[in-house]
């Protein structure tokens, strides 16, 4: 993975697409759950490489059957450079370093569309590390999402 970050000489953050729905209501105090799904995908350039990366956010109001709010937001990130890569190196790269430089995209798109939509802020981390493994599921047995309220 050093010879990626030492390959890379610019790089060039896009949002792509987004989306926000408000699927019922909340009032102030109560208690939610918010999940973050994450994917992403490599495309190659002839002077760099791209990677987009796709969220989904979920936020339930705790005990409700359904989500309050669902988010989704896309952003590409496209490095240019010379070199490369094995795609497991480029996979590894993008779920640990590229990661923390578009995350906050997400996190402002998050924050701002709670305001312009009247609803409470989401408190989400601050640094968002991948495996590059299918999102956790929500209904599995033992799982527990992060609480905030």
Not at 16 to 27: D, M, N, S, V, Y
Request: charged fraction near 10%; glycine fraction near 8%.
């Amino acid at each position: 993975m050093t010879a990626i970050i030492d390959a890379v000489v610019g790089l060039d953050v896009r949002p792509w697409a987004f989306e926000a729905r408000q699927l019922g209501p909340i009032t102030p105090g109560q208690e939610y759950t918010a999940v973050i799904q994450t994917d992403f995908g490599l495309q190659s350039a002839p002077q760099g490489f791209g990677i987009t990366y796709k969220f989904a956010l979920t936020a339930t109001v705790r005990g409700a059957p359904q989500p309050f709010l669902r988010l989704g937001y896309e952003v590409v990130a496209s490095y240019s450079g010379s070199g490369t890569f094995a795609e497991e190196s480029l996979r590894q790269f993008a779920a640990t370093y590229a990661i923390v430089q578009v995350y906050p995209y997400f996190r402002s798109f998050v924050q701002s569309t709670c305001a312009q939509m009247a609803l409470p802020a989401l408190t989400l981390p601050a640094q968002l590390l991948l495996k590059h493994q299918p999102a956790p599921d929500a209904t599995a047995p033992g799982f527990e999402p992060p609480t905030t309220h």
